[in-house]
């Protein structure tokens, strides 16, 4: 089997969707500011380095308890689809597609399931609370999940990840890796040469 794995955040759209939803949220359920004394906590000790990362995303995600969830991922999706650069959409894809991503499921199926995404692997969170289930979909954690799906002997063509550092383990994985710039730009690299460097 031949496929191809694609990061989603700043690698399949410009920008964390996490994030833009969580802000897309506040724009329309305005009553979510009450959360703010909450997040400002959770924010500074995570900065201080008192709370780690799957701890902070454990809940960082309990506003969807207050909102219409499946609703409001529709409507962020029907406005932001369009942003999913061009050279991802379906007929622009050569092989079975693999999207890995610490984004959560509740946010990623939607759009995965319009863009014909063949295998979605994310972080998984209780959709009624928000509250992550189990560890956060990044770094070595992308490549446990994607063998617990995959036999060993899957043949990855191409990896593509805007990040150098953070998907090295995903990198390891492709024939061919390709880093996307800021703009959706895709620059293939050889990982051999550009790890060794490091």
Known sequence: ?????????????PYDSGSTFFLFCLAHYPYLLLLTPF?????????VRLLPL???KK????????????RAVKKFWDKHEKD?????????????TVVISASPDFLLEEIAERLKVDKLL?????????????????????????YAV??????VKCVYSDGYKTDKPIFSLGEQ?????KDGKRTPFSYESYYANQ
């Open 39 to 47: 997040y400002a906590v959770m924010g500074l000790l995570y900065l």
């Open 1 to 13: 089997m031949e496929l191809d794995i694609y990061d989603f955040d700043k690698t399949v759209v």
């Open 150 to 155: 995959f036999p060993k002997d899957t043949k």
């Open 177 to 181: 890796c390709f880093h996307i710039e």
């Open 122 to 146: 994310c972080t998984h969170h209780n959709r009624k609370t928000g509250t992550l289930l189990e560890k956060n979909c990044k770094h070595e954690e992308k490549v446990r999940r994607f």
């Open 59 to 70: 809940h960082v995600f309990c506003f969807i308890r207050f909102i219409p969830l499946e």
């Open 84 to 96: 999913v650069f061009p050279w991802f959409r379906p007929e622009e894809r050569a092989r079975y």
């Open 54 to 56: 799957d701890a902070f």
